[in-house]
Nanobody, 122 residues
Framework: VQLQASGGGLVQAGGSLRLSCAVH????????VGWFRQAPGKEREFVGT????????YYADSVKGRFTISRDNAKNTVYLQMDNLKPDDSAVYYC????????????????WGQGTQVTVSS
């Protein structure tokens, strides 16, 4: 299983970004996908996750109501729509996959992509 995150960049506070996570696996619909982030000097933290069908999502309180996770199983891709971004959202964002949903701890995910940098200016 290989994952590739993309879509990061620089945005002003209050703006939006959409990250993508392409998952290279034969049976993408068997996997739940989670998003995590890590800011400099901080531990990696859970952002949200989506189940195999896309009908169930779960978010960290810090992003609830601002971030939305969706998936397109035909494209083997999961999206993280980030709205009303704040400077505290600046971090490297990672996507991860595993066969069990719901997982909120990074050590519970077996497969990881490289990160994509998100920087929110004030």
């Amino acid at each position: 299983v290989q994952l590739q995150a993309s879509g990061g960049g620089l945005v002003q506070a209050g703006g939006s970004l959409r990250l993508s996570c392409a998952v290279h696996v034969r049976t993408f619909s068997d996997y739940a996908v989670g998003w995590f982030r890590q800011a400099p000097g901080k531990e990696r933290e859970f952002v949200g996750t989506i189940n195999w069908s896309g009908l169930s999502t779960y978010y960290a309180d810090s992003v609830k109501g601002r971030f939305t996770i969706s998936r397109d199983n035909a494209k083997n891709t999961v999206y993280l729509q980030m709205d009303n971004l704040k400077p505290d959202d600046s971090a490297v964002y990672y996507c991860a996959a595993d066969t069990v949903y719901i997982k909120t701890r990074d050590y519970e995910y077996h497969y990881w992509g490289q990160g994509t940098q998100v920087t929110v200016s004030s």
